[in-house]
């Protein structure tokens, strides 16, 4: 995941709106040293599991549409895991690839048990029908192929999902620079790796080469926590609940900056514990800053 923290800390350098404090990363890491928490993947019991390809195949379905649940303000994560795994529940063929590339807005709604359209519900299903179409195509209409396909290495199972699946290109040019964050494809990664405990699909030798996966959510704990400073007109924008263009200067900053700070906060966690942590970089630290502090509900 070179490219990811290279263009994220060349984004840090030069950003405009928000600045990684050392101090506060010092300060943060001298809070959480320690109790970073042990807790098993599925801790809340909302994701489908049987130990086997089918659940490979819900993960990938859940991380190709694990974004953008605003402005539903009832509509979160938790909905779409559950809701996912209930349909799978009911009927074991309903991820299959070729209804993957059939399914409509009001299909997907009815198997998240959604009343009203879902946020980018059109984007949502192209998602879906692009999945169906690859997976048939390159990998036999299965997810677990696309893994197998890896070898047991979750930085190629990125590149895989991103070179196959256009949607997973989580790209945005900054300043003229191209910049490289590829969220959902490494959530899919480390999602393989919690569930299956490091074994089977779950099994990468570098599980620690993974980001901490930049969502909305990161940012906004960095910043109670002291780590993230925004500008004046950032702070106004993000205090009133107003929206951020996806891929506008302010948005690519946010979360480029809060991969290169939790780079830091890692390596100092790394240096303090005298060995290289590596779950610091994915599960373990991620839940830290989700849970060691109560955030607001805007970033």
């Known amino acids: 995941m070179e490219e990811v923290r290279a263009s994220s800390a060349w984004v840090a350098a030069r950003s405009a709106h928000v600045v990684v404090d050392s101090s506060g990363i010092e300060k943060a890491v001298e809070e959480i040293q ?28 859940l991380d190709a549409l694990n974004f953008c649940f605003w402005p539903d303000k009832d509509l979160n994560y938790d909905n779409l895991a559950l809701g996912l795994k209930e349909a799978l529940q009911d009927d074991k063929s309903v991820f299959d690839a070729d209804r993957l590339q059939k399914i409509t807005g009001p299909q997907l709604r009815n198997l998240l048990k959604w009343p009203r359209p ?6 949502r299903v192209r998602l ?35 070179r196959h699946f ?61 780590v993230l400073r925004y500008s004046s007109d950032l702070a106004s924008i993000i205090d009133a609940n107003r929206e951020i263009g996806s891929g506008s200067e302010e948005e690519v900053e946010l979360r480029a900056c809060s991969v290169y700070a939790v780079e830091k906060m890692r390596e100092l966690l790394s240096k303090k514990s005298g060995n290289q942590c590596i779950e610091c970089g994915i599960g373990s630290l991620a839940l830290v800053l989700w849970h060691s502090v109560s955030i607001s509900s805007t970033p």
């Open 118 to 123: 879902l946020p980018l519900e059109n984007e």
């Open 34 to 61: 320690g109790s970073i928490p042990k807790v098993k993947w599925d801790f809340e019991g909302i994701h489908y599991f049987d130990n086997g390809p089918l659940t490979v195949q819900y993960l990938f379905v």
């Open 166 to 226: 256009p949607g997973f290109r989580d790209h945005s040019v900054y300043k003229g620079h191209q910049v490289f964050l590829y969220k959902r494809a490494q959530i899919f990664a480390a999602d393989l790796w919690g569930a299956f405990e490091g074994q089977c699909y779950g099994e990468f030798n570098d599980i620690g080469s993974l980001t901490i996966f930049a969502d909305y959510i990161v940012p906004a704990v960095l910043r109670q926590l002291g």
């Open 128 to 162: 879906l029908h692009e999945v169906g179409l690859e997976l048939e195509r390159s990998f036999e209409g299965k997810a677990c192929k696309l893994v197998e396909s890896c070898g047991k290495s979750a930085a190629n199972l990125v590149a895989l999902v991103t």
